[in-house]
């Protein structure tokens, strides 16, 4: 009997002009579901990045911000496209958006893209209009623009942005391992977790300034930092107190060992596209202190799996003080609840392949027609 070839796989090429952090998390998502999406995934990403990625074989580039630097990840993008010839070329996050953008005319024809911002710029700064400008542009290039949030969806069609913007919110993949408690979180007192980058975004300083009120008065607090700045950064500020730990960047395999050993996690965040944080801290019955700004209200249900807060020191100095009334169980138990239901890998997973179906068959028959 004759053997069948194995069916076509579309291959996707993920441009990043930085992946350290969310990217890389949401990356790492795409390519452990790539059998289920029906699809192969290829990389451009930093040299300097590749060990936050799953995938060990990508194409890489000298990570550069500023003109220089988009033009080089420009040029990268055509000459990876000539020697690759993928189906869709998908670009994460502004920097690589630009540059695909700006790649787009030297591409062949019929060349299929797709763009997700990971949080648009228009909306951590709505009075700098010259962002609003550039990502309205860059959301109407590709052939179908995500948006990770339902909060950024409404709002990129309320000013403007392409229509064919479409919501697929994140997730994050079930633990691979069952995590165990650490030894490095004291269970006498009350830990608290702080997951990402050094950053304005972030609101690394808010935090930073509410640990300086609480332990002017208050010792029943360990505060862990999971992370560090991405970009170089002279005056970034790390505290010098007892009660507070940095951990620098940790393994997605070892991750949610810290997770499983905090009592919360906070999010300060001045904005944030989606907040992946906030769904790692619930696949491991971990409530979440969060800002509501961005998305975070989305995720973040107030007094049932975790609280919000107005972003402010003040009231985060003022939640974290009042944590020891809470009912952290009954949180930490609707935290799973909303991992499974609401934000699961299957519904991500679900949407992609949807997409990515849609996309190649307009593909598919645009070229016919030509043909014709």
Same mark, same amino acid.
Not at 69 to 81: D, P, Y
């Given at each position: 009997?004759?053997?069948?070839?194995?069916?076509?796989?579309?291959?996707? @090429? &993920? *441009?990043a #002009?930085?992946? +350290?952090?969310? =990217?890389?998390?949401? @990356? &790492? *998502?795409? #390519?452990h579901? +790539?059998?289920? =999406?029906?699809c192969?995934?290829?990389?451009?990403?930093?040299?300097?990045?590749?060990?936050?990625?799953?995938?060990?074989?990508?194409?890489?580039?000298?990570?550069?911000?500023?003109?220089l630097?988009?033009?080089?990840?420009?040029?990268?993008?055509?000459?990876?496209?000539k020697?690759?010839?993928?189906?869709?070329?998908?670009?994460?996050?502004?920097?690589?958006?630009?540059?695909l953008?700006?790649?787009?005319?030297?591409?062949?024809?019929?060349?299929?893209?797709?763009?997700?911002?990971?949080?648009?710029?228009?909306?951590?700064?709505?009075?700098r209009?010259?962002?609003k400008?550039?990502?309205?542009?860059?959301?109407k290039i590709p052939?179908?623009?995500i948006?990770?949030?339902?909060?950024?969806?409404?709002?990129?069609?309320e000013?403007?942005?392409?229509k064919?913007?479409?919501l697929?919110?994140?997730t994050?993949?079930?633990?691979?391992i069952?995590?165990?408690?650490?030894?490095?979180?004291?269970?006498?007192?009350?830990?608290?977790?702080?997951?990402?980058?050094?950053?304005?975004?972030?609101?690394?300083?808010?935090?930073?300034?509410?640990?300086?009120e609480?332990?002017?008065?208050?010792?029943?607090?360990?505060?862990?930092?999971i992370?560090?700045?991405?970009?170089?950064?002279?005056?970034?500020?790390?505290?010098?107190?007892?009660?507070?730990r940095?951990?620098?960047?940790?393994?997605?395999k070892?991750?949610?060992?810290?997770?499983?050993?905090?009592?919360?996690?906070?999010?300060?965040?001045?904005?944030?596209?989606?907040?992946?944080?906030?769904?790692?801290?619930?696949?491991?019955?971990?409530?979440?202190?969060?800002?509501?700004?961005?998305a975070?209200?989305e995720?973040?249900?107030?007094?049932?799996?975790?609280?919000?807060?107005?972003?402010?020191?003040?009231?985060?100095?003022?939640?974290l003080?009042?944590?020891?009334?809470?009912?952290?169980?009954?949180?930490?138990?609707?935290?799973?609840?909303?991992?499974?239901?609401?934000?699961?890998?299957?519904?991500?997973?679900?949407?992609y392949?949807?997409?990515?179906?849609?996309?190649?068959?307009?593909?598919?028959?645009?070229?016919?027609?030509?043909?014709?």
């Open positions: 009997m004759k053997k069948l070839p194995p069916p076509y796989l579309p291959k996707i @090429l &993920n *441009i #002009e930085t992946i +350290k952090g969310g =990217i890389a998390s949401y @990356l &790492n *998502i795409l #390519e579901q +790539k059998d289920e =999406i029906g192969k995934f290829e990389y451009l990403i930093p040299a300097s990045h590749a060990d936050q990625l799953s995938n060990k074989t990508p194409f890489t580039h000298k990570h550069s911000r500023g003109i630097g988009i033009l080089g990840l420009t040029k990268e993008i055509i000459r990876i496209n020697e690759t010839n993928p189906d869709i070329l998908f670009a994460h996050s502004t920097f690589a958006g630009l540059a953008t700006l790649a787009t005319p030297f591409l062949p024809k019929n060349s299929k893209t797709l763009y997700c911002a990971h949080g648009w710029a228009s909306f951590r700064s709505p009075t209009k010259i962002y400008t550039i990502e309205r542009i860059i959301s052939s179908a623009t948006n990770i949030s339902r909060t950024e969806h409404v709002k990129s069609q000013i403007g942005f392409s064919r913007c479409v697929i919110e994140s994050v993949l079930p633990s691979l069952k995590p165990e408690s650490s030894e490095i979180f004291e269970n006498q007192k009350i830990n608290i977790l702080f997951v990402g980058r050094f950053d304005y975004q972030k609101g690394y300083d808010i935090l930073c300034n509410a640990i300086d609480i332990n002017r008065t208050n010792n029943n607090f360990t505060f862990h930092f992370g560090d700045a991405v970009l170089e950064n002279l005056e970034l500020r790390k505290l010098n107190y007892n009660n507070v940095y951990h620098g960047w940790i393994d997605n070892r991750i949610d060992t810290y997770y499983a050993s905090a009592d919360y996690l906070v999010m300060p965040s001045r904005c944030e596209g989606f907040g992946l944080c906030a769904l790692e801290a619930f696949r491991n019955s971990l409530p979440v202190i969060a800002s509501a700004n961005g975070l209200p995720i973040v249900r107030n007094h049932s799996n975790g609280i919000l807060f107005d972003g402010s020191v003040e009231q985060l100095t003022q939640t003080k009042k944590l020891h009334e809470l009912d952290r169980s009954t949180m930490a138990q609707e935290a799973y609840r909303d991992y499974q239901t609401r934000f699961s890998p299957e519904k991500f997973t679900e949407k392949r949807n997409l990515i179906q849609s996309i190649l068959n307009v593909s598919l028959r645009t070229t016919k027609n030509e043909k014709e």
